[in-house]
T-cell receptor, first 115, second 113 residues
Framework: GAGVSQSPSNKVTEKGKDVELRCDPI?????LYWYRQSLGQGLEFLIY????????KSGLPSDRFSAERTGGSVSTLTIQRTQQEDSAVYLC?????????????FGPGTRLLVL | EDKVVQSPLSLVVHEGDTVTLNCSYE??????LLWYKQEKKAPTFLFML????IEKKSGRLSSILDKKELFSILNITATQTGDSAIYLC?????????????FGQGTTLQVKP
């Protein structure tokens, strides 16, 4: 596609429910990143994919968070048993190869609200 | 711990003013510094800086990096209401070999007519 797309745009869920957030990176980009932006904060790195594997999961805040990527393209971030502190904007970015200093292109994000 | 700090956190100016946004960093394995503009949700890329003292310019925006003093500035001249946004500074962390970015908190700029 022309840019990174994410769905849904907004998600409201109840505490304790599971949610799935989807990211479609730019076609041909092998690197994919998930970030989280809480209100008034900068972006916090969650996980990095190179192809279908995730060599860096160091930013995932707890074992309730998981992600996968299939076909070297679409990625899904899953949050199990959501908590109110999970409320944030979840941003996905992709880059061509994942090299240091390479420009990352961001999607519009999913705004998650946990009631 | 690696960190990126931006200042000011927020700024209100009037159209036509010039603004300077600051970004300082402490990153063990610095590779690059990037500036993004975030208007609604998706941050859009502005500049990537890797060398000290070389100004990057795009229209009314310019940026420069000082790798000795570990900071960068983003200048916007003749500001317009369309410049209102959050400006994010990020540093590429070379120690992880993943290209992941470490972001500052952002500077929220409001330009009044």
């Amino acid at each position: 596609g022309a840019g990174v797309s994410q769905s849904p745009s907004n998600k409201v869920t109840e505490k304790g429910k599971d949610v799935e957030l989807r990211c479609d990176p730019i076609s041909g980009h092998t690197a994919l990143y998930w970030y989280r932006q809480s209100l008034g904060q900068g972006l916090e790195f969650l996980i990095y994919f190179q192809g279908n594997s995730a060599p860096d999961k160091s930013g995932l805040p707890s074992d309730r968070f998981s992600a996968e990527r299939t076909g070297g393209s679409v990625s899904t971030l899953t949050i199990q048993r959501t908590q109110q502190e999970d409320s944030a904007v979840y941003l996905c970015a992709s880059s061509l190869m994942g090299a240091e200093g390479e420009t990352q292109y961001f999607g519009p994000g999913t705004r998650l609200l946990v009631l | 711990e690696d960190k990126v700090v931006q200042s000011p956190l927020s700024l209100v100016v009037h159209e036509g003013d010039t603004v300077t946004l600051n970004c300082s960093y402490e990153v063990t394995n610095f590779r690059s510094l990037l500036w993004y503009k975030q208007e609604k949700k998706a941050p859009t890329f502005l500049f990537m800086l890797t060398s000290s003292g070389i100004e990057k310019k795009s229209g009314r925006l310019s940026s420069i990096l000082d790798k000795k003093e570990l900071f960068s500035i983003l200048n916007i001249t003749a500001t317009q209401t369309g410049d209102s946004a959050i400006y994010l500074c990020a540093v590429g962390d070379g120690s992880s070999n993943t290209g992941k970015l470490i972001f500052g908190q952002g500077t929220t700029l409001q330009v009044k007519p």
